[in-house]
C-alpha cells in the first residue's frame, strides 16, 4: 500500500538511471510493467513524462499536418491521433477501456469508450484552427502524461495492485515536483496563459478523477492512472478547440 514508504522510497533510489530509461521505453511501447522493480524505476523516470509527451504531441501534430496537407484535413487528424495514441502504445486508451468495462461490467462499453474519446480527439483536431493546432497536441501530449503523475503522487492504492503500489511509493516529491516544474514552463512557453489555463483545466480534471478513484476502489491501480491520462490528454484538444469556436478563431 502506498502507506508504506520505506520500501517504495528504497526501490526508487535503488533504480538506476539505466532502469529508469528501460521503464521509460517499456511505458511508453505500452507493454505492462513487468514487476515492482521495473515499477520502482519508472517512478525514477516519471520527471521526464512531460518533456517526453511534449516530443510525442510535436511529432504527432507535424506529421499529421503534413499528412492533411497531402490528403485531407480528415486524414490527416486520423495520423495525428493515431501517433499520438500510439506514443503511448495505445496504453492510455486501453486501460481507459478496461475501468469502463470493469466498472459497468460491459464487455461493450470496453470498446465504446475508447473509441469515442479517440473520435472526440479527432473532431478536436479538425475543429482548431490551423494556428493552434500544433500548439494543442504539444499541450495533448504533455499534459496527458503530466496527468499520469499527479495522480500517482501521494495517492492510496487500491487492494491487489503490487505494482501500482511499487510505483506510487517510488513517486517522490523530487520526481513530482520536476514533473510539475517543466510541465509549467513548457505550456508557458508553448502557448503563454493559453497553456497555464489548460494546465490549470487539467490538473483539476486529474484532481477530481483521482478522489472518485479513491471513493470508488480505494485507492488508484495501473487502469486508473492511464484512464485519467486519457481524459486529461482530450481535455486540451477539447478546450482549445471550444475556446476558438466561441472567439470565432480561423
Known amino acids: 500500500m502506498a502507506g508504506e514508504p520505506e520500501s517504495g522510497s528504497s526501490a526508487a533510489t535503488a533504480a538506476s538511471p539505466g532502469a529508469a530509461l528501460r521503464a521509460l521505453a517499456s511505458f511508453f511501447a505500452g507493454r505492462p510493467l513487468a514487476d515492482e522493480a521495473e515499477a520502482a524505476a519508472l517512478a525514477r523516470g516519471t520527471a521526464a513524462l512531460p518533456v517526453l509527451g511534449a516530443l510525442a504531441g510535436f511529432i504527432a501534430a507535424r506529421v499529421g499536418g503534413w499528412v492533411g496537407a497531402s490528403t485531407t484535413a480528415e486524414i490527416g487528424a486520423v495520423v495525428t491521433v493515431l501517433l499520438l495514441t500510439g506514443s503511448s502504445g495505445g496504453r492510455f486508451l486501453r486501460e481507459l477501456g478496461g475501468l469502463a468495462g470493469r466498472a459497468s461490467s460491459s464487455p461493450g462499453l470496453a470498446r465504446f469508450v475508447p ?136
Not at 495522480?151 to 510505483?167: F, I, N
Not at 486529474?206 to 484512464?227: E, K, Y
Request: glycine residues 12%; without cysteine; neutral net charge.
Open 115 to 250: 473509441a469515442l474519446v479517440f473520435a472526440a480527439e479527432g473532431v478536436a483536431i479538425l475543429e482548431l484552427p490551423a494556428s493552434l493546432r500544433i500548439v494543442a497536441v504539444v499541450l495533448a501530449g504533455l499534459l496527458g502524461r503530466w496527468a499520469f503523475v499527479v495522480q500517482a503522487y501521494g495517492s492510496l492504492v487500491a487492494e491487489g495492485h503490487p505494482r501500482a503500489a511499487a510505483l506510487v511509493r517510488g513517486l517522490e516529491f523530487r520526481e513530482f515536483g520536476l514533473a510539475s516544474v517543466s510541465a509549467m514552463a513548457l505550456a508557458l512557453v508553448v502557448a503563454n496563459a493559453l497553456g497555464l489555463l489548460a494546465l490549470m483545466l487539467v490538473a483539476a480534471l486529474a484532481i477530481g478523477f483521482r478522489i472518485a478513484v479513491h471513493h470508488g476502489q480505494g485507492g488508484v491501480s495501473q487502469d486508473t492512472l492511464g484512464a485519467g491520462a486519457a481524459v486529461a490528454e482530450l481535455a486540451p484538444l477539447a478546450f482549445l478547440a471550444g475556446l476558438a469556436h466561441l472567439l470565432g478563431a480561423s
